[in-house]
């Protein structure tokens, strides 16, 4: 009896470990089966499969988000046609063959992050798998995958357009210089397909232009340029996109031309000595400056030295044209006898020095200059 029950207990006992090894065995074989992809729900962990009807209902709506085609194709395949949406939910290309690059990737990611894209491609295969390489990599936003590509998309009468140049650029900067110095000027431009873009610029200098770049369309860009000679230049721009579409030139106009100083006369007075500067240049002057030296007299007892950096008399900008005085009162009184020797020099931050020399009479306080 006893032997019986051992029996019957090693039975049940091998029954219960067969069990609960059928029971772990399914468990596991259930969970390798749970599928990761396509379980048409929200969140950074998955992706949704849409039809081409819905994707054109959620791109023509800008009140449910805006949604952000990406055309995964190759770029020959891209520039003859891909699908036509309205802005800000018009297609933007991004070869999926090139995100084996790591660093073609990660800027993919980091752009996108947080917003809602829907891929397509030719018929679909490309997109899903561009869908799970981007879930693979931790993509945070919201995925959808247009089921059927743009072959699907033309078989419903969607709209489809080929790629466009980029807009005619927009130039601004000053239209007046000098040689030697620098200026800024802004460029920017619209491309319609969102491709980058390249700007073409010649700067009318006898060279052949040169192309800057890549650019994100409408992204406003700083570049500075300066001329070596006076002249009136004609800038000539046009903006490329990455195919090689470019766009019509656009141009504009700098005269770049000297500032010059040119001292007109120089006249006596009671113990002063007074003259004119006259900015006979193009452009205004920046950091005007002045001297006046007397120098002689009977045993080379005159000696005064006047210099006038932005003074009240000077001030410290001259418009084309316009006509400054200074005087050496701020400095003291000039009292002497006998032959004196005077030289006015002036300069500009911007225009070369200029220098005068003459000669006059010191007769106690009254200066005399010679003509």
């Not at 988000?65 to 990406?70: C, L, T, Y």
């Amino acid at each position: 009896m006893r032997k019986l029950f051992i029996k019957k207990s090693m039975v049940y006992l091998i029954l219960f470990i067969l069990l609960c090894s059928s029971i772990g065995v399914n468990a596991i074989a259930t969970k390798v089966n749970i599928p990761i992809y396509n379980n048409y729900s929200y969140g950074f962990d998955s992706y949704t499969d849409i039809s081409v009807d819905e994707a054109w209902a959620l791109l023509n709506n800008a009140s449910n988000g805006i949604q952000i085609p990406i055309d995964v194709r190759t770029d020959p395949e891209w520039i003859p046609e891909h699908i036509d949406t309205p802005y800000p939910e018009n297609p933007r290309h991004h070869n999926y063959f090139e995100w084996s690059n790591p660093d073609v990737l990660t800027e993919f990611l980091s752009k996108y992050s947080g917003k809602e894209i829907i891929l397509y491609c030719l018929a679909g295969s490309r997109s899903e798998s561009a869908a799970n390489m981007l879930i693979d990599n931790n993509f945070e936003g919201t995925i959808y995958n247009m089921v059927g590509g743009i072959k699907e998309w033309k078989n419903k009468g969607y709209p489809i357009v080929s790629n466009r140049p980029p807009e005619i650029p927009e130039i601004n900067g000053p239209n007046k210089g000098h040689p030697g110095q620098e200026y800024e000027f802004t460029l920017t431009t619209v491309d319609p397909d969102y491709d980058n873009i390249l700007y073409c610029i010649n700067w009318s200098e006898g060279q052949q232009g040169v192309c800057i770049g890549p650019y994100e369309s409408a992204e406003e860009i700083l570049i500075n340029h300066s001329w070596v000679s006076k002249g009136i230049y004609t800038i000539t721009v046009s903006a490329k996109d990455e195919f090689g579409m470019e766009s019509d030139s656009t141009t504009f106009k700098i005269e770049i031309s000297a500032t010059e100083l040119k001292i007109l006369d120089i006249r006596g007075g009671f113990g002063t000595v007074t003259t004119d500067i006259k900015n006979i240049g193009g452009n205004t002057t920046d950091g005007i400056a002045t001297k006046i030296n007397i120098e002689g007299g009977l045993f080379s007892k005159i000696n005064l030295t006047h210099v006038c950096k932005g003074c009240a008399d000077c001030g410290t900008t001259l418009e084309p044209g316009a006509i400054k005085t200074v005087s050496t009162k701020e400095s003291g009184l000039i009292f002497g006898i006998g032959t004196v020797e005077i030289t006015v020099s002036a300069w500009a931050t911007n225009a070369d020095k200029v220098e005068l020399v003459t000669t006059g009479y010191v007769i106690g306080l009254f200066v005399i200059v010679n003509k």
